[in-house]
């Protein structure tokens, strides 16, 4: 079974950069598609960005030219450069296995001054 193990979470001022990390165990991470999504207090899931495994990218409209999502298939790892961001960003932020149940525990992020 693949587990998700996210980090880099904090708190950053409105303006500020954050990168969080997603490892995956297993082999064939290369294989899958990934996805970020975030949860605010009180609010619904909400997918970020998503990255292929041949690398092709999409991101919602609040985060697009802000955030940006890549990979590293020899670490296992993905991650989301977060820039410019603001107090509506603050929220726990989870990757996932697109297409399957496997979600890591999430890593919490606050904007705030």
């Known amino acids: 079974q693949v587990q998700l193990v996210e980090s880099g979470g904090g708190l950053v001022q409105p303006g500020g950069s954050l990168r969080l990390s997603c490892a995956a165990s297993?082999?064939?991470?290369?294989?899958?598609?990934m996805g970020w999504y975030r949860q605010a207090p009180g609010k619904q899931r909400e997918f970020v960005a998503r990255i292929t495994f041949n690398g092709l990218t999409n991101y919602s409209d609040s985060v697009k030219g802000r955030f940006t999502i890549s990979r590293d298939n020899a670490k296992n790892t993905v991650y989301l450069q977060m820039n410019s961001l603001h107090p509506e960003d603050t929220a726990v932020y989870s990757c996932k296995i697109e297409g399957t149940g496997a979600w890591g525990q999430g890593t919490q992020v606050n904007v705030s001054s």
């Open positions: 297993g082999s064939i991470f290369r294989l899958y598609t």
